[in-house]
């Protein structure tokens, strides 16, 4: 019998989610899902108290998986399970009756797209109780485990260890600083990705780019659970996504198994200059990662902090130091000291800034950070910003990569402005 086209429903604004809640109400079938939310009740609360009690009324019992540490709307009704934060996702999909609900809350405004389709929804139901039946293990689980404690021995033998969380992934290496050769472990939870800054600048967002690295390969070891002794053999399990060209950035992708050899994911040509890695499998998987860094000049600051007050020098240097600590997350836990940087004449800062472009990479985009903290700036006075990146790139101040870049996207600045 030939499957029907699905009837698909969109609802848009901020009475999105409250007609999609409604239609709930009307069809009154129990429903499952997950990425279970408490933002209707931020939202609505007399709309959602209403939506709540008329549950109670008809009886409409729910299982739902949430994540640990987030609000959902508590209910006799319903039943949960908590999922770690690497599973999470930006949005919640209700399956009921013969309807797959999926809110988008993270757009302004809100959208919900209603598919109804009862192929879809049998399709949707049975993909949640396999996920309600596994049993998922957050970060600490997977980095106390024996198999993965055994790794980090023989890898960093005594070394003092460092744990850099990503969005969707996690590096651990060792602490030491001014290395030649970085080796680190990576860990990516199912579904996860080594993408995914907040710089604000699109392409270092999207897929990260190495300049910093003469070579680097990757050796994907497999999956790995508490209780497990070895590695499991995971087939056509991480994409890797690059670009054979830093200009033309056009992306490839191909697809690895585990236990395969070093992949050399960055060479002197440009291949692979833009890279990620997204795991495609529902087990966590550990890579292992080495690469030969280019020689960089160290970041100087005295000289070019001469220009400011005491008071100001001792500022920059803690709004650099943010950076270090935090990586692109500054932008999340310390904009303070994002806005301490903008709020200086570019004459005067921009030099700093580029010069810190020189900072030591540790798995948290510092330099691409500081890219976007001088991209920020350059937008007040483009031409002013111009010529110091122009003087930078022929005295040599900084990777010329990162100057390069700040040249063509500070030109479009430019072009817009006349």
């Not at 399709?123 to 790794?151: C, M, P």
């Not at 030649?180 to 907040?198: W, Y």
């Not at 690295?213 to 070895?230: H, M, S, Y």
């Not at 270090?324 to 004449?345: H, I, M, P």
Request: with cysteine; proline share 5%.
């Amino acid at each position: 019998m030939a499957q029907l086209t699905p009837e698909i429903i969109v609802f848009r604004g901020k009475n999105a989610f409250k007609k999609a809640f409604t239609d709930l109400i009307q069809v009154g079938k129990p429903f499952v899902g997950w990425g279970a939310t408490d933002r209707a009740m931020e939202i609505d609360p007399e709309f959602t108290q209403w939506y709540l009690k008329e549950r109670e009324k008809k009886g409409i019992t729910a299982r739902q998986l949430y994540v640990e540490g987030r609000g959902f709307l508590k209910s006799a009704l319903s039943e949960f399970k908590p999922i770690p934060p690497e599973y999470a996702g930006p949005a919640t999909t209700l399956i009921y009756g013969d309807r797959v609900a999926i809110f988008l809350w993270f757009l302004k405004p809100i959208f919900v797209f209603v598919i109804k389709s009862k192929e879809t929804a049998s399709a949707y139901r049975a993909h949640f109780d396999f996920l309600w039946n596994t049993r998922v293990f957050n970060f600490d689980e997977i980095l106390h485990s024996g198999l993965l404690q055994k790794e980090i021995r023989e890898r960093f033998f005594d070394k003092k260890m460092a744990v850099v969380r990503r969005k969707k992934s996690f590096i651990l290496m060792t602490d030491e600083k001014g290395q030649t050769t970085v080796e680190r472990i990576l860990l990516l939870p199912p579904r996860g990705t080594t993408s995914g800054a907040n710089t604000g600048v699109k392409e270092f967002d999207s897929i990260n780019s190495h300049p910093e690295a003469l070579k680097a390969w990757v050796t994907i070891l497999g999956g790995v659970a508490p209780g497990r002794n070895g590695y499991s053999h995971i087939k056509n399990c991480v994409k890797f996504s690059y670009s054979d060209s830093v200009e033309k950035r056009k992306l490839n992708t191909a697809i690895f198994s585990s236990h395969s050899p070093p992949i050399p994911v960055l060479r002197p040509n440009g291949f692979g200059f833009w890279h990620s890695f997204t795991n495609l499998s529902n087990e966590w998987i550990v890579l292992f990662l080495k690469k030969e860094l280019r020689p960089i000049k160290q970041a100087n600051f005295p000289e070019l902090l001469s220009v400011f007050s005491q008071i100001e020098q001792e500022k920059i240097k803690l709004s650099l130091q943010a950076i270090t600590n935090y990586g692109d997350e500054v932008f999340n836990k310390e904009s303070q000291s994002v806005d301490a940087l903008c709020s200086y004449s570019e004459e005067k800062i921009l030099p700093i800034l580029i010069n810190a472009l020189n900072i030591e990479e540790r798995g948290k985009h510092e330099q691409c950070t500081v890219f976007a903290i001088i991209l920020k700036i350059a937008k007040k006075d483009p031409q002013t910003a111009m010529d110091i990146v122009l003087s930078a790139r022929k005295e040599q101040t900084a990777p010329d990569f990162y100057l390069k870049e700040l040249e063509k996207k500070i030109g479009k600045l430019l072009l817009k402005k006349r």
